[in-house]
Structure formats: C-alpha cells, structure tokens
C-alpha cells in the first residue's frame, strides 16, 4: 500500500510505475490535482485501473459522472460506512490475500 496526500504527487507516482498499482482508493479534495482529475488522469494510461473515488461532498462529482468517466465506484462518506466499501473493491479486485504461511502477518495486520 503506498499513500499520498497530494495529488500531484499520486500521479506523478502512478505514471513512474502504472502497472504496480492494483487499486486506488481517493478522496476528491486533495491538495494539488482533485481526485476525479487525477482519475481521469489514471485512466488514460490503465483504463482499467479500479479506483474508488471518496468524498464527504462534492458539487463537482456526481456517481453518474464519476461511472461516466470509468471510476468504479463513488462512494459519498458521510452516507456510507466500510462494510458497504469492502464488497465494492473485492469485484474490482479479484486477487487473492496471501495466506499467512506465505509471509502475511497471522493476526491480519497490515
């Protein structure tokens, strides 16, 4: 898992090393480049990249426009909660979990 907290620095990330990425999980107000935009972005080099697009509001972003510009998911924080997340990534993500003998760590912490 890598994080970032601008952006700019996302996608400049993503572009170094596109095909590392197996899923991204973004907020639409961040600090450099909006989330959607750096999707949109994403997706020109993977159109098939999964990405969650997260935000509390945004009078930008619609799930219409957001599914319309091949984000898999828009996913309005203030209404929903994880449960309803985890179901959305594992279609998106059909990749298996190591199991714990092949060096995950046994209690599930990452």
Same mark, same amino acid.
């Given at each position: 898992?890598?994080?970032?907290? @601008?952006?700019?620095e996302?996608?400049?990330?993503?572009?170094?090393?596109?095909?590392?990425?197996?899923?991204?999980?973004?907020d639409?107000?961040?600090?450099?480049?909006?989330?959607?935009?750096?999707?949109?972005?994403?997706?020109t080099?993977?159109?098939?990249?999964?990405?969650?697009?997260?935000?509390?509001?945004?009078?930008?972003?619609?799930?219409?426009?957001?599914?319309?510009?091949?984000i898999?998911r828009?996913?309005?924080?203030?209404?929903?909660?994880?449960?309803?997340?985890?179901?959305?990534?594992?279609?998106?993500?059909?990749?298996?979990?190591?199991?714990?003998?092949?060096?995950?760590?046994?209690?599930? @912490?990452?």
């Amino acid at each position: 898992m890598v994080a970032f907290d @601008n952006g700019q620095e996302a996608l400049a990330a993503f572009t170094a090393y596109p095909d590392s990425i197996d899923l991204v999980v973004t907020d639409e107000t961040m600090p450099g480049l909006r989330g959607f935009d750096m999707s949109r972005q994403m997706l020109t080099l993977r159109p098939q990249l999964p990405i969650i697009l997260c935000s509390g509001y945004s009078a930008h972003v619609t799930p219409e426009i957001a599914q319309r510009a091949g984000i898999r998911r828009s996913w309005p924080s203030r209404s929903r909660s994880i449960p309803w997340l985890s179901p959305s990534i594992m279609p998106s993500h059909p990749k298996q979990p190591p199991s714990p003998s092949a060096g995950a760590p046994a209690d599930g @912490n990452c």
